[in-house]
């Protein structure tokens, strides 16, 4: 199952490791909680560079206003 929604997740077994279900429910878990981190990979590259840009923008834009 591919998307968003995904019926046989549940917060209380990602929380509680009493809670069992069955191996190829947390396989299928596993797998695509893997494809959803290794679509994030170029996004988390490109974050620090992203924020320091944002910050420095933001001190710029300090500095002019403190100048007017």
Request: charged residues 15%; aromatic residues 10%; glycine residues 4%.
């Amino acid at each position: 199952m591919s998307g968003l929604y995904n019926p046989n997740f549940s917060p209380a077994r990602a929380a509680s490791p009493q809670i069992r279900s069955t191996p190829d429910v947390d396989s299928q878990y596993l797998s695509e909680l893997l494809a959803e981190h290794q679509k994030l990979g170029p996004f988390m590259q490109v974050l620090p560079i992203c924020s320091r840009l944002l910050n420095q923008g933001s001190v710029i834009s300090l500095d002019f206003d403190f100048w007017i």
